[in-house]
């Protein structure tokens, strides 16, 4: 099974709508994964059923029974997280505050408090408009765990995959360095990095392709606004070219990204020129990834 | 009065909203900008100052030390996180699992577990004339964002306190980190953009801050671009739009290059002065 | 010598899971006493985080000596399995368990 993950470190480069472009040209030869979970757009441009959800549930928080409490305050004081406060009753906790490392429970002198699994999101397998099936999921507000969320969701979609009989999975990552991206990345065969030339789209690049080789994950990169600034290009360039990060295509400023996106579509079902550049850049990655199995 | 900047979805402008409005500020007013988007900090990039101070910021993970140990497993038995196990005659610690709530060493009865110090990334203070800036930045590898974060509230709280205005620089999306900078803030400026992808994720923000009870309202950048259905839909839902910023390829460009905005463009010049109008009719409203 | 296997089932007709932390089922047989057990490891599969240590303790609980599993177990999960002493094989994967053993006693997997 092959699993290509795409990232960016920086928002707002053209992410989505280029693995949703992917997704398109790849049509029934994938499933998708949505696993940019804090901001899943991919549904937006891929029209999915919803026809399967399944509730997701974090790890624990701590919940205080206000009759039993006693307002003796050792759990306030072992509490590492500022989650617990005192209220004329009893004292209580901040759902939103709590890591649910249960340390209150054990040393609560009268057992006043228990560790409740708590609906962190759901999680959807649907069909989408090209013929497969997409996983995504929708995590709650200010739900944490939104790693494992993204685990899930990758691993769901390997599964469906691999009950479909598909050779891959074409994985929408998260942003940033953190647990979500590590998750995203875990067991990829090839990530494929959009960015832009921008002090910015620079800076989080190198950042984010730092954690790649952490994975070794052979990577390629498509640089999206090329144009935006000569400069800064180059120096993505030679940033590729001293990485041996591929370099998969690079595609100028162009609105249409954006006017495409308002129409509900993805690029290559909307304009013929970006459908050439975006369809010849997904050839590449296929064809790499050919040659990187093989070796 | 501490605002914060935050997005449901990354890159619609948040870090150029914040360094913007901070250096605007700082020309009438006492300003720090704190940069919590520690995984992936760029207000630094736009905010050239003088580095005053840099240190290391730790978090504290256990460290077993076998002298005492009699294996009892209490250890294992309290670790929700799977961050500590009984291997044998030895007790592993795996620090990259561990979120530092301390049962493990404070519960374990020979005091064989230490919490001990380790770094998980940088805090760096720096000074533009009357604007003070802090920026925080994860250790790449370290996949817990929010203790850090903390830690720079805490440092801004202290040494900045006494400012006009704090302006936090959010991290995108509406989990943890997001919350614990949102939380603390007395006005949240929601940045968006007028796209399907701007408007789903300002949708998130906006349940976000509605269930923590935050002032908010939304600057839309990038205006002109997309559709107008985010203005319809803050319209519906008597959300105020405090001003827009026009699209502008100009304005790309010179983003690109890690400059200024407002110097050289007139129109988002504009917008700050009604972002500052807003902010001090809010602070008059909440006042009164 | 106890052999170790990740497994999607209960018996030598089980296909192997290549995954190694979230693995459903630890297949164990005993080359010495012909003893065959199956274990459990569903409960550590939803876990959130460190799935791998606590399935490799599990496997270090039961004595094995060997694993064969396909990718491999991860960083945390190959500390546990190295303080353990257990030998590692991996590639085994899109095959029942029976063929997995296989094609180690013909020396067909790596050692990883």
Known sequence: MKEIVVISGKGGTGKTSLTASFAVLAGGETVVADCDVDAADMHLLLEPDFSSREEFFSGEVAVIDPDICTNCGICRQVCRFDAISVSERSHIVAPLSCEGCGYCARVCPVQAISNNSEQVGELYVSSIKTDTKMVHAALKIGADNSGKLVARVKNEAKSVAEELGKA?????????????VVSSLSGASFVVLVTEPTVSGLHDLKRVYQLVKKFKIPAGCVVNKADLNPQILQEIETLLQDEQIHYLAKIPYNE??????????TVVEWDQNLRQTVS?????????????TKE | MKIAIASGKGGTGKTTLSTNLAVYLSESARVALGDLDVEEPNSGLYVQGEEIERHDKFKYVPRWNPAQCDLCGTCQLVCNFNAVLKLGQQIMVFPELCHGCYACSELCPTGSLPMIPQKMGELTVFRRGPLDFVESQLNIGEEQAVPLIKQTLKQMNGSFGDREYLIYDSPPGTSCPVIEVTKEADLVILVTEPTPFGLHDLKLAVETMRELGVEFGVVIN?????????????AEQSIDIITTIPNHRKIAELYSRGELLYPSIPEVKNALEKIRLYILERRKESRS | MKIAFTTKGKDWDAEMDPRFGRTEYLFIYDEQSGEETSLDNREVQSEAHGAGPKTAQKL?????????????????????IQAAGITVYIGASSMSVKEAYQAYTSGKLSKQ
């Not at chain 1, 010849?280 to 990187?292: A, D, F, H, P």
């Not at chain 3, 094995?64 to 546990?80: D, E, R, W, Y």
């Open chain 2, 222 to 234: 990038r205006h002109g671009l997309g559709d107008d259905r985010v203005e319809r839909y803050c």
């Open chain 1, 256 to 265: 249409e990204f954006t006017a495409a996106m308002t129409n509900g579509k």
């Open chain 3, 60 to 80: 270090a609980e039961a004595g094995a000596q060997v694993l064969i599993t396909g990718n491999g177990p991860g960083g945390n999960a190959a500390s546990v």
């Open chain 1, 280 to 292: 010849e850049t997904w050839q590449q990655v296929l064809k790499i990834l050919e040659s990187e």
């Open chain 1, 168 to 180: 891959m999975v074409l994985v929408d990552g998260s942003p940033g360095i953190g647990c979500p």
